[in-house]
Nanobody
């Protein structure tokens, strides 16, 4: 199983970016899919989560500005980021709680990270 993240880049304050993360390989079922971020010198933090039933959870710092969504047919999760601030600068990682086989054992898989830089 591989998770491939894309869509990061450099944007000015107030701008927007859309991150994508596609899961591939042996996939039986995906539970929740998440976006985390890690800024220099800080711990990795959960930014947003979307469950298999499309319920969502957001960090307080991004509520109202970020939107997480998923396309189950493509095994892909998205993060639409708007009104970006310099404090959103970080490496963004996708994560999937995923069962690779029909035995229903779930494992956590991580993407490689994509850099988001917001200039002031």
């Amino acid at each position: 199983v591989q998770l491939q993240a894309s869509g990061g880049g450099l944007v000015q304050t107030g701008g927007s970016l859309r991150l994508s993360c596609a899961a591939s390989g042996s996939i039986f079922r995906i539970n929740h899919m998440d976006w985390y971020r890690q800024a220099p010198g800080k711990q990795r933090e959960l930014v947003a989560r979307i469950t298999s039933g499309d319920s969502t959870v957001y960090a307080d710092s991004v509520k109202g500005r970020f939107t997480i969504s998923r396309d189950n047919a493509k095994n892909t999760v998205y993060l639409q980021m708007s009104s970006l601030k310099p404090e959103d600068t970080a490496v963004y990682y996708c994560n999937a709680d995923l069962a690779p086989r029909s035995d229903n054992y779930y494992y956590s898989y991580w993407g490689q990270g994509t850099q988001v830089t917001v200039s002031s």
